[in-house]
């Protein structure tokens, strides 16, 4: 079996369950206990911390551990903009793109909703790309947040980072990067962010294993509270282990970083010519060349893209339909729409994503895609 959905989730790297294992059984403390196997875990979890910080070129102080990306967005959002109402006792305004993961636009329809925050949708070309000019335009005195993927994870256009930083700069508005698709395969440091989310399983680490670093000067109300752990902005007995696979995943896919992405968007590249060379109908989807080196979308058009899946999937061949947070359902991926492709065009897409070591023949399989495509077609 080929599996070709390493946005979704990827295996865990030998190396990082070899190091984590000692913290599941042997060193297993709690790092706010104050005794010696407690102590123990806590110099451990400020290693990790340490370590994370390197990676993403902040401060060890900044780094929060989360079960995931999905918390560490909504903790980026809600713990921002909640802060800043508490502080000034206005709600505020969000600016936000139409194309971002469901972990943010659901966390800013709540602000909308709950707290009465302001939210700016910016709209993206056909490419899926953000203005840096229509963010700048957006900005108003009360801005609180600007919330961007790095990345896209489902089409893969990866944004001009320092084009935005400098469009925000200005106005001295906290700029979230949600870098979750980007990281190991783009630079994480220095692209003048204030904030950034990052999962641990899209690296090599287990699921359920994520952190926001977010700049210490940042106000940031916690959505958790308790024992006031991770210097009280995020309470909850710390996932030691996890945190160590975290640091120890990134590090690795730091130093693969160069060399596997362009390895592997050489094979992208090939596959995504003979796909489009064996299906006139197809179309790649996302930018041409501002794109992740592992993630190849199309669109099918006149067939199911579900179909597609199960025929590939019987040819060996996993991928997906989108992400994986929004399996299930019946709508059309608002990325798509956001794109200008129409709702019924959108329903046959299909997403390759390849992983570090990818090392796919990537003839036989467009070959296999345009087999799948014409089994269902001919239906």
């Not at 009465?116 to 899926?128: E, F, I, K």
Request: aromatic share 4%; with cysteine.
């Amino acid at each position: 079996m080929l599996y070709l959905d390493h946005a979704a989730t990827g295996p865990v790297r030998p190396e990082v369950r070899e190091a984590m294992l000692p913290f599941l059984a042997e060193r297993y403390g709690n790092p706010s206990s104050h005794h010696t196997i407690g102590e123990d875990a806590a110099a451990v979890l400020a290693d990790a911390r340490r370590r994370v910080a390197a990676v993403v070129g902040m401060r060890p102080g900044d780094v929060i551990f989360t079960s995931g990306a999905t918390e560490a967005n909504n903790l980026a959002l809600k713990g921002v903009a909640v802060a800043a109402l508490l502080r000034t006792g206005r709600p505020g305004h969000l600016i936000t793109s139409a194309i971002e993961h469901e972990s943010v636009l659901a966390s800013a329809e709540f602000l909308e909703r709950a707290h009465g925050v302001a939210v700016t949708r910016l709209p993206v070309d056909q490419d899926g790309l953000v203005s840096p000019d229509d963010l700048a335009a957006s900005l108003r005195q009360d801005t609180v947040l600007v919330s961007l993927g790095y990345a896209n994870n489902e089409i893969g256009t990866v944004q001009d980072a320092a084009a935005l930083a400098a469009a925000s700069a200005p106005a001295r508005v906290p700029l979230h990067f949600d870098a979750v698709q980007a990281a190991g395969w783009l630079p994480l440091a220095g692209t003048g962010a204030d904030a950034l989310s990052i999962a641990g399983h899209k690296v090599g680490a287990p699921q359920g294993i994520g952190a926001l670093a977010i700049r210490g000067r940042i106000p940031l109300e916690p959505l958790l509270h308790g024992g006031g752990q991770e210097r009280g902005r995020r309470s909850g007995t710390e996932n030691v282990a996890g945190a160590v696979g975290l640091a120890l995943a990134l590090e690795l896919a730091e130093a693969e970083r160069c060399a596997a992405a362009e390895r592997v968007s050489a094979l992208r590249d090939a596959f995504v010519a003979g796909v489009l060379a064996l299906i006139p109908e197809a179309r790649l989807t996302g930018h041409a060349t501002r794109r992740l080196p592992g993630t190849a979308s199309f669109t099918f058009s006149g067939v199911s893209g579900e179909a597609v899946l199960l025929e590939l999937e019987r040819r060996g061949v996993v991928s997906s339909s989108g992400s994986a947070c929004a399996a299930g359902s019946d709508e059309p991926s608002h990325v798509l729409l956001a794109l200008g492709i129409a709702p019924a065009v959108a329903q046959t897409s299909v997403r390759f994503s390849f992983g570090h070591r990818a090392a796919t023949d990537p003839a036989p399989l467009a070959e296999a895609v345009a087999a799948s495509v014409a089994a269902v077609r001919s239906r």
